[in-house]
């Protein structure tokens, strides 16, 4: 079945520094793939999403490219600033019978001024 | 404002009392379902609707029932909590579920069962 892995948390960075959260997938068709993000005390939001290979999903300064030959979409941002600080999670959709959304376990950033 | 809420956001019960979470969105989406996160394990599906009165089982449906008697509405219904049910719960919605879709999230119920 469908899976996401994402890299294991938590992740503390100072204000300013580059984010990589990385993220793999193994599925089978073509999924579109999402980056949520949950701050604290509040449910999940879209943070940014790709729907084909090569597609570049971008918002609020982090990008993450879906790459189909290494079954990965990865997500950046070259400055974090404190207000960036919650969970992120890599999710997939492959538009099957449950319609579902696949999620990785979450990954929690803190961002230190 | 677009959105999907959930009540009560903070509840403790005890072993056998059934209780009811609401969710409700005012989106005019066909596409419901309820999510469960636990800590390491993400989010998983408990149970999904496609439309008015179509319901149907996601992976972890167990010790859960729901309904959609209403397009607005899809409420979660633990009939005789137990404490592995302890966990935070959350409603989403989408036009039709499709691969593309982008789900809105509710809040989130956070439920303790003792």
């Known amino acids: 079945g469908d899976s996401v892995t994402q890299m294991e948390g938590p992740v503390t960075l100072s204000e300013e520094a580059f984010l990589t959260i990385n993220c793999t997938y193994t599925?089978?068709?073509?999924?579109?793939l999402f980056w949520y993000v949950q701050y604290p005390g509040e449910g999940l939001q879209l943070l940014l999403k790709a729907t084909k290979a090569d597609d570049k999903g971008s918002n609020k300064g982090f990008e993450a490219t879906y790459r189909k030959e290494t079954t990965s979409f990865h997500l950046e941002k070259g400055s974090v600033q404190v207000s960036d600080s919650a969970v992120y999670f890599c999710?997939?959709?492959?538009?099957?019978?449950?319609?579902?959304?696949?999620f990785g376990s979450g990954t929690q950033l803190t961002v230190l001024p | 404002e677009a959105q999907v809420t959930q009540n009560p956001r903070y509840l403790i019960t005890v072993t056998g009392k059934k209780l009811t979470v609401t969710c409700s969105q005012n989106?005019?989406?066909?596409?419901m379902s309820w999510y469960r996160q636990d800590p390491g394990l993400g989010l998983r599906q408990i149970y999904y609707s496609m439309n008015v009165e179509v319901t149907d089982k996601g992976d972890v449906p167990e010790g859960y029932k729901v309904s959609r008697k209403e397009k607005r509405n899809f409420p979660l219904i633990l009939e005789s909590p137990s404490p592995n049910q302890t966990s935070l719960y959350f409603c989403?919605?989408?036009?039709?579920?499709?691969?593309?879709?982008?789900?809105?999230f509710g809040p989130g119920t956070r439920l303790t069962v003792l």
């Open positions: 599925a089978t068709g073509y999924p579109s």
């Open positions: 989106m005019n989406h066909e596409y």
């Open positions: 999710a997939l959709s492959d538009g099957g019978s449950a319609r579902q959304l696949t």
């Open positions: 989403a919605s989408s036009w039709t579920g499709g691969r593309t879709d982008t789900q809105y």
